[in-house]
């Protein structure tokens, strides 16, 4: 049996464009659904993670990794010390300030949501998961609460 445009399905531009909608429709509501805003790992060195991609990740410990880089092979000597520690900052130049700067912000923002241990994942600076190395994980755990108490 052929169906035509006399009722049982409607003309294929409006078919077309009816069905684009609803995919339109079920992309937002999936995505609004299941994406999440904000994430936020803490973790260490010793404690590696699998990451999704996009999360922003604070290493707890990169400001002593990279205190140690600047003084790796130092003389004893405290003038001569002082002279290649400067000479290391200048040749890193704005990017090593920035990498500096970013590690002791990152700490102090870890500080700031009052992590107690970590790893750590934060959805929406409002809901962490503990001990949970898969970041996708740890997310579709904290997707489930929120689906759970609308």
Same mark, same amino acid.
């Given at each position: 049996?052929?169906?035509?445009?006399?009722?049982?399905?409607?003309?294929?531009?409006?078919?077309?464009?009816?069905?684009?909608?609803?995919?339109?429709?079920?992309?937002?509501?999936?995505?609004?659904?299941?994406? @999440? $805003? /904000?994430?936020?790992?803490?973790?260490?060195?010793?404690? #590696?993670?699998?990451?999704?991609?996009?999360?922003? =990740? %604070?290493?707890?410990?990169?400001?002593?990794?990279?205190?140690?880089?600047?003084?790796?092979?130092?003389?004893?000597?405290?003038?001569?010390?002082?002279?290649?520690?400067?000479?290391?900052?200048?040749?890193?130049?704005?990017?090593?300030?920035?990498?500096?700067?970013?590690?002791?912000?990152? @700490? $102090? /923002?870890?500080?700031?949501?009052?992590?107690?241990?970590? #790893?750590?994942?934060?959805?929406?600076?409002?809901? =962490? %998961?503990?001990?949970?190395?898969?970041?996708?994980?740890?997310?579709?755990?904290?997707?489930?609460?929120?689906?759970?108490?609308?």
């Amino acid at each position: 049996m052929l169906f035509s445009s006399h009722g049982f399905l409607p003309d294929s531009t409006s078919w077309q464009s009816t069905a684009a909608a609803v995919v339109t429709g079920l992309c937002m509501v999936l995505f609004s659904r299941f994406a @999440v $805003a /904000d994430v936020l790992v803490v973790t260490d060195s010793r404690h #590696p993670l699998k990451t999704m991609g996009g999360e922003r =990740v %604070i290493e707890l410990d990169l400001p002593d990794r990279i205190e140690a880089e600047l003084s790796a092979g130092l003389s004893a000597d405290p003038g001569q010390a002082e002279t290649i520690v400067q000479q290391r900052l200048h040749d890193g130049k704005k990017a090593l300030q920035r990498r500096i700067g970013r590690a002791y912000q990152d @700490v $102090a /923002d870890a500080w700031g949501l009052g992590i107690a241990k970590i #790893p750590a994942v934060v959805v929406n600076r409002r809901y =962490v %998961i503990y001990g949970e190395p898969d970041v996708a994980r740890a997310t579709a755990r904290i997707d489930a609460y929120r689906n759970a108490r609308p």
